[in-house]
């Protein structure tokens, strides 16, 4: 199924949905460009770390 949602931050038609982390504040799904950009601005040289609360 083609999903016609658009991206909260480029508003480009999203193809594989991401959801953006709650910290960084965004409203609706985002593209997995973005995602990719958000991850690297708020966790720089470090990987997802979806689990932290885990540690
Ligand atoms: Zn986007």
């Given at each position: 199924?083609?999903?016609?949602?658009?991206?909260?931050?480029?508003s480009?038609?999203?193809?594989?949905?991401?959801?953006?982390?709650?910290?960084?504040?965004?409203?609706?799904?985002?593209c997995?460009?973005?995602?990719?950009?958000?991850?690297?601005?708020?966790?720089?040289?470090?990987?997802?770390r979806?689990?932290?609360?885990?540690d």
């Open positions: 199924m083609v999903s016609k949602e658009k991206c909260a931050i480029c480009e038609k999203i193809q594989f949905r991401y959801n953006p982390m709650d910290e960084w504040g965004i409203e609706g799904s985002i997995g460009n973005c995602y990719s950009k958000k991850i690297n601005e708020h966790y720089p040289g470090e990987h997802v979806v689990n932290k609360h885990l």
